[in-house]
């Protein structure tokens, strides 16, 4: 579900759309914020209710391109786990990344290149788990797929037979004057029918060879251009759909108006088909600086802090548990049998 604002209605009036996880059409529907909330919490029920879970699709890349063709921009957000995964699937965000950003936000290492592929085949399929609509995009982690190409697409089959759910790789990918390996990678993926997101710009997995997490395609017009015919030899290599990360807003709807493939932009403005952030960061759900991209929609990390600083205080003072709402009771008779017993056996 998603929804936007319209200056020229009324304040508490909200058109949206949602892609029908039924038929793959787009309901439009103008309604108040309140009856939005309430169709909003309905649909949810209807979805991801354990007994009724059979009669809901997933979207497909095909659903994701109606959208894209009817210029509604889409929502991509990534999770790590099946409880971040339920939080996105429940918000019928469009699609679901299992990034190698996990390896810093979750896993605690200081680059995406650390995290062995083992690792995170663990969390794709815990994300998979999680039930609702949401397509599934599982990155290709450094390391799976650089020493060859027949490697890696063993690597890519392996992601796709996680889960039925796992519905397309990511694969970052340079720029195309120095990256011909990575591209026919992706072409030979997309050949043997496994669908492809690309990955350009700002590619954390090559932070090394680029000088750090520094915005791409700003130092001369010639970056640009690269960039550019990266992303159009991508969509002719069968890419569904490319990331654009940190480059600037201008160059990046440039590109998004120069290919027939959604652009999902990180740090890359509104000129994008759509959007992708990083779960840990929207969320708030850990301390300290989050890239300057970020938009934070929530405060997890400090909530989290707070309720546990709480718990032990109140644990500490006696306040919890407390009876008799947080326990367990016993008749009296069978208490009385008890303390008879015990009082025989210490004779
Ligand atoms: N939590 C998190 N969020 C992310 O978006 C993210 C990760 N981790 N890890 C992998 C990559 C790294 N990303 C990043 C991280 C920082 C900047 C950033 O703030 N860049 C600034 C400062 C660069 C500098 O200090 O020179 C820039 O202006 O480019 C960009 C992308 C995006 N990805
Ligand atoms: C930041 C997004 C696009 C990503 O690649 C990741 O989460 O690894």
Request: proline letters at 4%.
């Amino acid at each position: 579900m998603f929804s936007r604002h319209y200056k020229d209605l009324q304040p508490r009036t909200v058109a949206f759309a949602r892609l029908s996880p039924y038929n793959g059409s787009i309901e439009l529907s103008i309604t108040t914020t309140t009856m939005f909330a309430r169709i909003n919490s309905t649909v949810a029920r209807r979805l991801y209710s354990s007994h009724s879970s059979a009669a809901a699709r997933n979207f497909t890349i095909a659903d994701i391109h109606s959208k894209y063709k009817q210029g509604i921009p889409l929502t991509m957000c990534t999770a790590y786990d099946y409880i971040t995964a339920g939080w996105v699937q429940q918000s019928q965000c469009d699609m679901l990344l299992v990034g190698d950003s996990l390896a810093m936000t979750s896993l605690g290492y200081d680059s995406t290149t650390e995290l062995p592929f083992e690792e995170f085949k663990y969390h794709v399929k815990s994300v998979a788990r999680a039930p609702g609509p949401s397509l599934i995009v599982a990155d290709m982690p450094f390391g799976t797929f650089e020493q060859s190409h027949s490697y890696g697409i063993a690597n890519a089959i392996d992601l796709m037979k996680l889960s039925s759910r796992v519905a397309s790789v990511k694969v970052e990918v340079g720029p195309h004057t120095r990256d011909t390996y990575t591209l026919e990678f992706v072409r030979k993926l997309c050949e043997r029918g496994i669908p492809v997101m690309a990955h350009i710009g700002l590619t954390p997995q090559r932070a090394n060879a680029l000088g750090g997490f520094k915005v791409q395609g700003n130092k001369s017009a010639e970056e640009i251009v690269e960039l550019c015919e990266t992303a159009q030899m991508l969509e002719r290599a069968g890419c569904w759909a490319s990331v654009i990360e940190c480059i600037p807003q201008r160059a990046a709807k440039y590109i998004t108006d120069h290919v027939g493939i959604p652009t999902i932009g990180i740090g890359a403005g509104s000129g994008t088909s759509g959007q992708v952030l990083v779960i840990a960061d929207m969320l708030g759900m850990q301390e300290g600086k989050v890239p300057k991209f970020v938009k934070k929609y929530g405060d997890l990390g400090d909530s989290a802090s707070k309720s546990l600083r709480q718990y032990i205080d109140e644990v500490e003072s006696r306040v919890f548990p407390r009876a008799p709402e947080h326990t367990f009771k016993i008749k009296d008779s069978i208490w009385e049998e008890f303390e008879q017993q015990m009082k025989l056996r210490d004779r």
